[in-house]
């Protein structure tokens, strides 16, 4: 008896307490709040991320972080000459990757063959880029024999050729299709020879963009030194830092300078001298175009290296061709 009034006390108390605990829910719910002060701060809040807003947009318009417009900058043509062997696909790859990354690039690729290939074909038509595909095969008495030294004669002179005379037949055919602006749009344009086998930092690219006649950097890992590069003293080009020849017209590697389009038309000779003795190709073009004083330093005065006259070993194929011989070797049809 005792313990049932216990139970039925705590169950008693127990619904009290709950439909107290209901009674002022809803209390609560029917009264109004006083929110007013709650809504200032709140207006406050958005009122200050409003002129934060506007303050940065304010900002944005006035620096150069402007989206910037294609038409904007000078376009680079890069010329680059290369030639079938087993490590051309990587290093196309790698170029091309690089050259996504800078904006207003045109890839002038020139084949060292008698027809264009599929595989430089397909490369470019899945780069992304913007790009022409050309070719000329040189000469065989031009031409480096296995077995000779790599120094023995020029490599892709005529290849930065056959690319010098496509940009000139492009301007022309540019300047009759679109008139005096689109003409001024052309000449404003930088031509550099990129080889296939070096390494360009994105640096470089904006370094080059505004050259007027002839622009010039250090190049590193060149010349069996640690780098090669004009000197320059009081913002002009006075000498160059070489380890060889250094009384060459030029001592700069393909890799140390860019030309205005501008330029390359105003002299429809200049060209490169495929029968140029070793290290002389360079001068050939540029005796034509400028002297040492006229040249533009870039690179924080040629301080700074931003290419690298990198070259990639060739493959040893020891195994592939001991395989090759049992009927073994790597699946021909696929492209590496
Ligand atoms: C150095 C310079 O960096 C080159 O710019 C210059 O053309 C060369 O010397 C020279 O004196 O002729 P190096 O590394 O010795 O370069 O030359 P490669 O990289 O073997 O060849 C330069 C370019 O020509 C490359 O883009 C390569 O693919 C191309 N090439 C080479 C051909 O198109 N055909 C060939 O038979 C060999
Ligand atoms: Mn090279």
New binding site residues.
Partial sequence: MKMRLKLKTVFVLYFMVSLLGLLYALMQLGQRCDCTEHNTMKDRAIARLRDEVHKLQEEVKRSDIKPSKKSDQPTIYVI????A?LV?KA?LTRLSQTFLHVPQLHWVV???AEQPTALVRSLLASSGLAYTQLHTL?PKDR??QEGDP??L????????NEGLRWLREMASASRGQQGANAHTAVEDAVVY??????TYSLKLFEEMRDTKRVSVWP?GL?GAMRFERPLVEGGKVVGFHTGWRPNRPFPI???GFAVSLRLVLANPEARFDGN?Q??Y??SSLLQGLVTMEQLEPKADLCTKVLVW?T?TEKPKMKREEALQKQGLGSDPNVEV
């Fill in positions: 680059t000459p290369t030639y062997r051309q290093e020139v084949e060292d040189t031409k480096l790599s120094w004669k020029p490599r892709g002179a005529e290849q930065r020879f990129a080889d296939d086998d070096n190049v060149v590697d393909m890799a140029a070793m290290g190709l360079e006259h070259r």
